[in-house]
């Protein structure tokens, strides 16, 4: 028997963190750099957590969502990573 296609999800705040990146910047044409993707972020209504962690981006090229979110992996495993609004 045939399944339905899936219905589109748009990322919620209860969301991994990747999912909701990923949500805020679907519309981009890649290759981008940090300042586009964080632009098209902000024009999506992201959250703050979602800007921030496109602020960990170093300024380069990124051929795929995949290599941006590697990237701010690689950031938060750093210890740059992102702090709840308390500081823990």
Do not use: C, W
């Not at 919620?12 to 679907?26: C, K, Q």
């Not at 750099?33 to 992201?46: K, M, Q, R």
Request: net charge negative; charged share 20%.
């Amino acid at each position: 028997m045939p399944t339905a296609p899936p219905i589109a999800h748009k990322a919620g705040p209860d969301d991994p963190l990747d999912s909701r990146i990923e949500s805020a910047v679907a519309h981009v044409s890649y290759p981008a750099h940090p300042p586009v993707l964080i632009e098209s972020a902000e024009h999506n209504g992201a959250a703050a957590d979602v800007i921030a962690a496109l602020r960990l981006l170093p300024d380069e090229a990124y051929g795929s969502f995949p290599e941006v979110a590697a990237s701010i992996t690689a950031a938060r495993r750093l210890g740059r990573g992102l702090r709840s609004p308390s500081g823990q």
